[in-house]
């Protein structure tokens, strides 16, 4: 076994989570496709699913985490920091310029039409970056604790 792989029993713990995953997320969408039916509209079309793959994504995470089962043991690299500091400054850089874009652009243009399909958009895009950043706290002590 390579020294970044997850092991046996890691594997089939992630799997079954995996597979749990998926099934809570096809009877969201199936409830949910219910629900349009029956003229209930909690959200409008896109951000709807947008919600419950987040949501179910956030479970899987949070469920094979819990189970020691994200990564597997590897060695320690010391410019791991450097490249996470890296991508962190292009994305800020490539934000702010989409923003000054915007700006430019489309400034006298009403962005929303009574709709707050943005706003929920920018909200969970919050809320997968904090994710991302705690998954990768919660996977750096995890690797610590197994060596």
């Known amino acids: 076994m390579r020294r970044n792989e997850l092991d046996e029993m890691q594997m089939q713990k992630r799997n079954m989570v995996g597979n749990q995953a998926f099934m809570l997320l096809f009877y969201l969408l199936l409830i949910d496709i219910g629900l349009y039916g029956f003229s209930f509209r909690w959200l409008q079309y896109p951000m709807n699913v947008y919600v419950i793959m987040l949501g179910c994504m ?3 995470l949070t469920r094979i985490i819990w189970n020691n089962s994200y ?3 590897r060695k320690e ?3 791991v920091g450097i490249i996470i500091t890296l991508v962190i400054g292009l994305a800020a850089i490539v934000a702010g310029i989409a923003m000054s874009f915007m700006e430019k652009n489309f400034l006298g243009i009403p ?5 707050n399909g943005g706003t929920i958009l920018f909200i969970f895009s919050l809320v997968s970056f904090v994710i991302i950043v705690i998954v990768g706290l919660i996977s750096k002590r995890q690797t610590r604790s197994d060596e």
């Open 58 to 60: 956030v479970y899987y």
């Open 71 to 73: 990564v597997g043991p």
């Open 77 to 79: 690299t010391k410019n």
């Open 111 to 115: 962005i929303s039409n009574g709709e």
